[in-house]
């Protein structure tokens, strides 16, 4: 039984899909999860000015909402552990908003920023996994 619950928390995740980029600089928050650095989101995907207007929002958004999960779940730097059950959830509700994310990015960015933002989820996913534990 312990075998299938470390193999299905391994799986959920590897299969959280959060856009971030972890700051530089250690954050003072007191948050555990990994900070968003939006300037640094915009240089790497390369925004133009024109995708800037509709590409704000929607990080803004984004931002907010995965924050807002982070602490309905109460994944700080102070307990970043979280039950069977929450992280269940928790997969779950991040899933939703990533796929919403996703799909609003894909009337904006190119192909290639795309590719680049999976990226970035990607890294967010290792900085994530660091922390979790059950």
Not at 24 to 34: I, L, V, W
Not at 59 to 78: A, T
Request: hydrophobic share 35%.
């Amino acid at each position: 039984m312990i075998k299938k619950s470390f193999i299905l928390f391994v799986a959920v995740i590897f299969s959280l899909t959060q856009p971030v980029l972890a700051n530089e600089k250690e954050t003072t928050s007191g948050r555990y999860y990994p900070e968003m650095n939006v300037v640094k989101i915009k240089e790497r995907l390369s925004i133009s000015s024109e995708q800037e207007t509709k590409f704000s929002p929607v990080l803004e958004q984004h931002i907010k909402d995965r924050d807002n999960l982070f602490e309905k779940y109460g994944l700080d730097k102070e307990s970043a552990s979280i039950s069977f059950r929450n992280l269940r959830s928790f997969r779950s509700e991040m899933l939703m908003l990533s796929d919403n994310t996703k799909e609003k990015l894909s009337d904006i960015l190119t192909e290639s920023q795309l590719k680049e933002w999976n990226a970035i989820q990607e890294e967010s996913r290792r900085e994530i996994r660091k922390g979790f534990s059950l």
